[in-house]
């Protein structure tokens, strides 16, 4: 569903399920694509970054699949935590590129 | 010890007034940025320095203006502030200027203008 006044899409799940996160990116050049996590109030934070030379990367509890045919990247969280809430972005950037370009983002909620 | 650190946390100011704010990175890097996150969550790059040079201007109004005073420093200030300048501000840094190295961001600055 989607959070009204954000505008942005929201995933909910419960306690102990897997949460998969998806985005869409632009740019076909892309070769570099980052993950990152934003608490309430706080920061983004690096969760995990893929090149484009892989198509799958495991993390602590997260994995990053990229299909670069459809340009999509998904985030998988194993058995979501309450302190997994956040607003999520995926990012991405290019061979020689020095700035980052964050997609829309999307909120988990964490039902216990 | 927080790694990167900004000033104020929250900034409330009536429109045309003249406001600054501050960042520092305790982590050694060379580059610095300043991000705008609008009430939608859609975060921006604005600019960029390296080791006390503008590397990055993303077409941003030049009523902002950075200044980089040290590598470990980068502070905004903005003139004559508009209600479209409501956002929240973010720093961040990383130890070169390419967006393969990971960036590590303050916490905010959210930025009210009345």
């Known amino acids: 569903g989607e959070s009204v006044g954000l505008h942005l899409p929201t995933l909910s799940v419960q306690e102990g399920d897997n949460s998969i996160i998806n985005c869409a990116y632009s740019n076909s050049a892309s070769d570099y694509f980052i993950w990152y996590k934003q608490e309430s109030g706080k920061g983004p934070q690096f969760i995990i970054d893929?090149?484009?030379?892989?198509d799958k990367r495991q993390g602590q509890r997260v994995t990053v699949l990229l299909n670069k045919t459809v340009k999509h990247l998904s985030l998988q969280i194993a058995a979501t935590q309450p302190g997994d809430s956040a607003v999520y972005f995926c990012a991405e950037t290019w061979e020689y590129g020095n700035k980052l370009v964050f997609g829309a983002g999307t909120i988990l909620r964490v039902k216990s | 010890d927080t790694a990167v650190s900004q000033t104020p946390k929250y900034l409330v100011t009536q429109m045309g007034n003249d406001k600054s704010i501050k960042c520092e990175q305790n982590l050694g890097h060379d580059t610095m940025y300043w991000y705008k996150q609008d009430s939608k969550k859609f975060l921006k790059i604005m600019f960029s320095y390296n080791n006390k040079e503008l590397i990055i201007n993303e077409t941003v109004p030049n009523r902002f203006s950075p200044k980089s005073p040290d590598k470990a420093h980068l502070n905004l200030h903005i003139n004559s502030l508009e209600l479209g300048d409501s956002a929240v501000y973010f720093c961040?840094?990383?130890?070169?200027?390419?967006?393969?190295?990971?960036?590590?961001f303050g916490p905010g600055t959210r930025l009210t203008v009345l």
């Open positions: 961040a840094s990383s130890q070169r200027p390419v967006a393969y190295d990971e960036q590590f």
């Open positions: 893929i090149r484009s030379n892989m």
